[in-house]
């Protein structure tokens, strides 16, 4: 008679996807646009750290270019973790992401959409503010 086991190396392993992970198993408040970037991104990593999956966003574990079941294995976790970030971003920011094939490359896109700032607006902005009168 086999177990299937999980054993403590395959809970250290990235690729591993626990029987309980599924597409809302990671839930924080969605992401609305730049006022909530940063604590969304913050929630965000914390989760994907506890389940070992912060390498997809971060381009650290990457798709094996000569194994094809690890190849396999990173597929179905990268796009687990595609899922779990489409459930906690809002509708339209979904739709501008929706075809991007890599966690990766998402978060890339949402990094350069969102958090950036504006520093000659809010120069004006403080410039501005000072010379009230």
């Not at 094809?68 to 979904?94: F, G, L, P």
Request: glycine share 4%; net charge positive.
């Amino acid at each position: 008679m086999a177990t299937n086991r999980i054993s403590f190396t395959d809970l250290q392993n990235p690729l591993f996807l626990h029987p309980s992970d599924g597409p809302t198993s990671i839930v924080v408040p969605k992401l609305q646009g730049a006022g909530d970037f940063r604590a969304w991104k913050r929630s965000f990593e914390i989760q994907l750290s506890a389940k070992r999956k912060l390498g997809f966003i971060d381009g650290t574990v990457t798709r094996s270019a000569t194994d094809v079941a690890e190849a396999s294995q990173w597929d179905t976790c990268n796009n687990m973790v595609i899922s779990w970030i489409h459930n906690n971003i809002s509708e339209n920011i979904k739709s501008s992401v929706l075809f991007i094939n890599t966690a990766v490359d998402i978060w890339r896109q949402l990094k350069k959409r969102f958090s950036l700032t504006n520093g000659s607006r809010k120069y004006k902005l403080n410039r501005d503010l000072f010379n009230l009168k």
